[in-house]
């Protein structure tokens, strides 16, 4: 029995990892390898999900020690009653939490275990980026307004300080691999673990796009404390989770009127029977010139419909709110 914790670092495909472990538990059985999710939730169910995860790293080196009793001793009754053989667990957190985790890591060492880390790193140069758009953006983990890049880059650039902890204390179990442009990260993960995941041919990415990054900067930096990306979700995104129109794919669909002279042509028949009955030869005219419009000034048009659109809005919400107001008013009075 043996088990591989995958522990990051942030930013280098865990994701389509997780993604791919998920997506194959019965590929997995039948190769004797249970994928144990991202949380110890099987130590107890209060370390499920992130408020889960912050818990289990909490506590004293006692509770840490038992802890991991219960998770070699679920190992252990798993194996025996279904057969498995390999276990894999994946959290990139994981990284950051080394030496709080030490306790726990320590003792499922101490019981014979075999066990390894796997850790993906990224050329600082490109990860940056990356990590700036998630953590300092999407999920705002300063406290203040959004940092620009050199100011943020500089506190998350820290995060690969934590290699120093996995090497110093299991560097003799840690494998770490290169996170490059174009890697297949899920058949180099599993490659390197020893286990067959199917080639999906897609990457599960956390990726937006530029405008969609810039409004969560906007909403965000209004906030002086930490913000979740599912604060912008719930107030700012549609409820329909659809995807974003393009302004200019609509704008090509709606204000684009090429192609009425095919449109016209296919009914030269009717035409020109209107032309013989009626006398209004519309064949014998010039073909149109379809004026398009200029998309500069069509785009900042747009932005004056929307701030005209917002003011009326905010009008009637304040109205709204005083209505409100002086109903729980009357409510307290009477």
Same mark, same amino acid.
């Given at each position: 029995?043996?088990?591989? %914790?995958?522990? @990051?670092? #942030?930013?280098?495909?865990?994701?389509?990892?997780?993604?791919? +472990?998920?997506?194959?538990?019965?590929?997995?059985? /039948?190769?004797?390898?249970?994928?144990?999710?991202?949380?110890?939730?099987?130590?107890?169910?209060?370390?499920?999900?992130?408020?889960? &995860?912050?818990? &289990?790293?909490?506590?004293?080196?006692?509770?840490?020690?038992?802890?991991?009793?219960? !998770?070699?001793?679920?190992?252990?009754?798993?194996?025996?009653?279904?057969?498995?053989?390999? !276990?894999?667990?994946?959290?990139? #957190?994981?990284?950051?939490?080394?030496?709080?985790?030490?306790?726990?890591?320590?003792?499922?060492?101490?019981? @014979?275990?075999?066990?390894?880390?796997?850790?993906?790193?990224?050329?600082?140069?490109?990860?940056?980026?990356?990590?700036?758009?998630?953590?300092?953006?999407?999920?705002?983990?300063?406290?203040?307004?959004?940092?620009? %890049?050199?100011?943020?880059?500089?506190?998350?650039?820290?995060?690969?300080?934590?290699?120093?902890?996995?090497?110093?204390?299991?560097?003799?179990?840690?494998?770490?691999?290169?996170?490059?442009?174009?890697?297949?990260?899920?058949?180099? &993960?599993?490659?390197?673990? @020893?286990?067959?995941?199917?080639?999906? @041919?897609?990457?599960?990415?956390?990726?937006?796009?530029?405008?969609?990054? +810039?409004?969560?900067?906007?909403?965000?930096?209004?906030?002086?404390?930490?913000?979740?990306? /599912?604060? !912008?979700?719930?107030?700012?995104?549609?409820?329909?989770?659809?995807?974003?129109?393009?302004?200019?794919?609509?704008?090509?669909?709606?204000?684009?009127?090429?192609?009425?002279?095919?449109?016209?042509? *296919?009914?030269?028949?009717? !035409?020109?029977?209107?032309?013989?009955?009626?006398?209004?030869?519309?064949? /014998?005219?010039?073909? #149109?010139?379809?004026?398009?419009?200029? *998309?500069?000034?069509?785009?900042?048009?747009?932005?004056?419909?929307?701030?005209?659109?917002?003011?009326?809005?905010?009008?009637?919400?304040?109205?709204?709110?005083?209505?409100?107001?002086?109903?729980?008013?009357?409510?307290?009075?009477?």
């Amino acid at each position: 029995m043996r088990i591989v %914790f995958h522990i @990051g670092m #942030g930013k280098t495909g865990t994701t389509s990892i997780q993604s791919a +472990l998920n997506d194959s538990h019965k590929e997995l059985a /039948d190769q004797k390898v249970a994928y144990l999710s991202m949380w110890f939730d099987e130590i107890d169910p209060a370390f499920k999900g992130l408020g889960g &995860f912050s818990l &289990f790293m909490a506590g004293n080196e006692q509770e840490k020690t038992e802890r991991a009793d219960r !998770f070699h001793a679920y190992l252990v009754d798993r194996a025996a009653t279904e057969g498995i053989e390999t !276990f894999i667990f994946s959290n990139e #957190g994981v990284f950051q939490a080394g030496p709080k985790l030490k306790p726990f890591f320590r003792t499922l060492k101490a019981y @014979g275990l075999s066990m390894s880390f796997l850790a993906y790193m990224r050329d600082p140069r490109a990860w940056l980026p990356s990590a700036y758009t998630q953590w300092a953006i999407r999920h705002k983990t300063n406290e203040g307004p959004v940092q620009d %890049f050199p100011t943020a880059a500089r506190r998350l650039i820290g995060q690969y300080e934590g290699i120093r902890f996995w090497q110093q204390n299991f560097g003799d179990i840690l494998t770490v691999r290169p996170f490059e442009t174009g890697l297949d990260v899920v058949q180099d &993960f599993a490659a390197t673990v @020893g286990v067959s995941l199917p080639k999906t @041919g897609t990457r599960k990415l956390e990726r937006a796009e530029p405008a969609d990054t +810039l409004l969560r900067a906007m909403f965000n930096t209004r906030f002086s404390d930490k913000v979740l990306p /599912d604060r !912008f979700d719930r107030i700012v995104t549609n409820s329909s989770h659809a995807p974003v129109p393009s302004l200019r794919e609509m704008a090509e669909r709606c204000l684009y009127h090429d192609g009425a002279d095919e449109v016209i042509a *296919e009914k030269r028949d009717l !035409f020109e029977y209107i032309r013989d009955t009626a006398g209004l030869d519309f064949l /014998d005219g010039e073909p #149109g010139q379809p004026k398009s419009p200029d *998309e500069a000034e069509l785009q900042r048009r747009v932005i004056d419909y929307l701030v005209e659109v917002s003011l009326d809005q905010a009008q009637r919400l304040k109205r709204l709110e005083r209505m409100v107001n002086d109903l729980m008013d009357e409510r307290g009075t009477s």
